[in-house]
């Protein structure tokens, strides 16, 4: 199977990418946005994790099965976050002891 090989130039500017993300991930935690803080921080932190699958971990070159486990394992992600919230938010109404 032949690889896809990127200049450095890409990797350099994904990179100035991320760097910055990262900045503006701190400027935003000191701004009062109320709990749009929460929303700007994850939105952030999903696109780098987003350029650092496609590009680092060569994902979009990569053929049909990779995308296919890719998918799956956000698609898990997914249910284990709905699963683990359920349980939190029920958690308010039960009263122990």
Same mark, same amino acid.
């Given at each position: 199977? %032949?690889?896809?090989i990127l200049? +450095?130039r890409v990797y350099y500017t994904? $990179?100035a990418? =991320?760097?910055?993300?990262t /900045?503006? #991930?701190?400027?935003i935690? $000191?701004?009062d946005?109320?709990?749009?803080n929460?929303?700007? %921080? =994850?939105?952030i932190?999903v $696109? +780098?994790a987003?350029?650092?699958i @496609?590009?680092f971990?060569?994902? +979009? /070159?990569?053929? +049909? =099965? #990779?995308?296919a ?5 956000i698609?898990?992600?997914g249910? @284990?976050?709905t699963m683990?919230? %359920?349980?939190y938010l #029920?958690? %308010?109404w039960? #009263? /122990?002891?």
């Open positions: 199977m %032949a690889s896809h200049p +450095k994904i $990179f990418i =991320l760097m910055f993300c /900045y503006l #991930t701190v400027q935690a $000191f701004l946005l109320g709990a749009m929460i929303v700007a %921080a =994850l939105a932190a $696109f +780098k987003t350029l650092v @496609l590009f971990m060569h994902v +979009k /070159y990569s053929p +049909k =099965l #990779t995308w486990v890719v998918l799956g394992s698609f898990w992600l249910i @284990l976050l683990t919230l %359920a349980d #029920t958690r %308010a039960r #009263t /122990y002891g």
